[in-house]
């Protein structure tokens, strides 16, 4: 159970940070208060959701009550999983779902939306940049030098 806690603990700063005067633990109160059956990526949703739209609510309570923020941010059902296309490599969400989640996300804590295959692409030209010349292992830096011993 730590690990649902730890997330739980991400998700409250997580939903803080988009709500900062309700304060953390009373958003975690709120968040160990949902069946421990819901998925975290749901309740980390539903949280943010709220706290970005229901500026009528004094403290994060009512977060852990189905309402609104639940429905609007349901997962999709599994046929529509099936075919919902790539993911983002940081968050693992689709094109849809990252971009309506980063629109609740302070601009300090956002992404781009990036798929696995360009991530590593990214990766590979930072690297060859950085490396722009230099060896990029062994047996380029021992071919430098005449070879491998003997």
């Known amino acids: 159970m730590k690990?649902?806690?730890?997330?739980?603990?991400?998700?409250?700063e997580k939903t803080n940070a988009?709500?900062?005067?309700?304060?953390?633990?009373g958003i975690l109160a709120a968040a160990k208060r949902v069946q421990e059956d819901i998925p975290l990526?749901?309740?980390?949703?539903?949280f943010i959701y709220g706290a970005k739209t229901r500026r009528d609510q004094r403290s994060p309570w009512f977060l852990a009550e189905w309402g609104d923020h639940w429905e609007k941010t349901k997962p999709r059902t599994p046929q529509q999983t099936l075919n919902r296309g790539p993911l983002c490599a940081v968050c693992q969400?689709?094109?849809?779902?990252?971009d309506r989640c980063e629109s609740?996300?302070?601009?300090?804590?956002?992404?781009?939306?990036?798929?696995?295959?360009?991530?590593q692409a990214r990766i590979r030209a930072e690297h060859v940049q950085r490396t722009s010349?230099?060896?990029?292992?062994?047996?380029?830096?021992?071919?430098?030098?005449g070879g491998w011993p003997s």
């Open 93 to 98: 969400r689709t094109k849809e779902v990252h």
């Open 133 to 145: 010349g230099r060896p990029d292992s062994i047996p380029d830096l021992l071919s430098g030098l």
């Open 41 to 46: 990526e749901w309740i980390e949703a539903a």
């Open 3 to 12: 690990d649902r806690d730890d997330m739980l603990h991400a998700i409250a």
């Open 18 to 25: 988009a709500r900062p005067g309700w304060g953390t633990r």
């Open 104 to 119: 609740l996300v302070a601009p300090k804590d956002r992404h781009d939306f990036e798929t696995e295959p360009d991530r």
